[in-house]
């Protein structure tokens, strides 16, 4: 497999909202990976004893200022330490809403949010606090829905510090580590049950950290997760990409450098762009979503690679399949929320299938559903009222359900 396909198959990956992707090329150039700016706020940086800390041991704390868009809520700045995919530690930070309605001890919800970006404004702590109404957190009516339950609320920056856009393993582990932070963090979650939830790439994140906790953090009794549009397989997404111009190839190129960030010396997506391709790839490496977009729109593989056919790499291949939950042979020990479009265009519902009839073969109670959209994005809405009722009853420690 060449790693021109490759990289195509992670750009497909973590589309939020998009149909469909085209793909990403090579060249002979050499360039070296090319990592976002520091965030200027010291808080965000890694303190020079971080290899002295455990997983998900606080770094700091800040109290931020009141959100409006989630009144009656307090707001507070987690940083802890995490690893990378190398297991190497790196600062991860994360965002706890804590109603002032909730009980000591209540519910916690980690809930992953869809993140399409390059840079350090793209973090949601940041784009929490954004002018930019464009940037607003997009599940803002199901977050107060769960805020009005009573429910504290984590959200983790879980591209990690050099937002490595397409890292699906590295978002599991640092969910995790999150959890770990918000209980320890003097909030009064130190005995919450905890659940987890995402959509699409935030998804991912949550179905990685599922799939990793029995190892990762065995100590942390998790109730259940809830996954929705998850792409399960990157390396079977390659069959359905193409190298004709796309409005959405910001984002496919968006994937490859975030890749080559986390896996600088097996995905070195850079040694294979052309001089347009470097410089695109310049413009959009502190971009956000909407950036990202406008600088890829209309254009295809052919622009940015002086080479359409590489020879089979393995260290690339390796890097697409290490980060393919459908062949991680580990398997969750808490209950399953699964949801997804009967005929999402932009991920294979097959490879969602087999991992769900792998965990039920495991004995992982799995309830999966299909909603009636028939593309991805507006399948993350229709299944909100679906999820909100299965997290209630794990909450309540009811029997889970399970359609296997």
Not at 7 to 14: D, E, F, K, P, S
Not at 31 to 50: E, K, N, R, S, V
């Amino acid at each position: 497999m060449d790693r021109n396909l490759l990289v195509r198959a992670l750009g497909a990956v973590l589309l939020s909202g998009v149909t469909a992707v085209s793909a990403l090329g090579a060249s002979p150039a050499v360039a070296a990976p090319l990592y976002p700016l520091p965030d200027p706020d010291p808080f965000y940086a890694a303190p020079g004893d971080i290899a002295e800390k455990s997983p998900g041991e606080i770094l700091e704390t800040r109290t931020m200022p009141p959100l409006p868009i989630f009144p009656g809520t307090t707001v507070t700045l987690v940083k802890f330490r995490s690893a990378n995919s190398r297991g190497l530690p790196i600062a991860a930070t994360s965002t706890v809403l804590t109603p002032q309605w909730r009980v000591p001890d209540g519910p916690l919800l980690s809930y992953q949010h869809i993140i399409n970006g390059l840079g350090a404004r793209c973090a949601v702590s940041r784009v929490l606090y954004t002018p930019d109404p464009t940037l607003q957190v997009r599940e803002a009516a199901a977050l107060n829905a769960v805020l009005a339950r009573g429910w504290s609320v984590a959200l983790p920056d879980h591209l990690g510090p050099t937002f490595a856009y397409g890292a699906a393993r590295l978002g599991g582990q640092i969910t995790l580590d999150g959890i770990r932070a918000a209980r320890a963090a003097g909030l009064g979650l130190s005995g919450s049950r905890i659940a987890m939830a995402g959509y699409s790439g935030g998804g991912m994140a949550t179905a990685w950290a599922a799939a990793l906790a029995p190892h990762y953090a065995p100590e942390l009794e998790i109730a259940g997760a809830a996954t929705g549009g998850v792409p399960m397989n990157l390396v079977r997404m390659l069959e359905a990409v193409n190298t004709t111009p796309h409005p959405a190839f910001g984002l496919v190129m968006a994937a490859g450098i975030g890749l080559e960030r986390e896996y600088p010396d097996s995905f070195p997506i850079s040694d294979s762009m052309n001089t347009r391709g470097l410089a695109a790839r310049g413009t959009v490496a502190n971009g956000c979503t909407n950036e990202i977009l406008a600088a890829g729109a209309g254009h295809n593989v052919a622009e940015y690679a002086t080479s359409m056919s590489l020879v089979s790499d393995a260290e690339a291949r390796a890097v697409v399949e290490q980060n393919s939950l459908e062949l991680f042979d580990g398997v969750p020990n808490i209950p399953i929320f699964e949801w997804h479009s009967a005929s999402d265009p932009l991920i294979p519902v097959d490879s969602i299938v087999r991992t769900n009839r792998r965990y039920c073969d495991a004995g992982v109670p799995v309830q999966a559903e299909l909603t009636i959209s028939p593309e991805h994005l507006s399948a993350a809405v229709l299944g909100v009222p679906a999820v909100l009722t299965w997290l209630e009853g794990r909450f309540r420690g009811d029997r889970a359900p399970s359609n296997c």
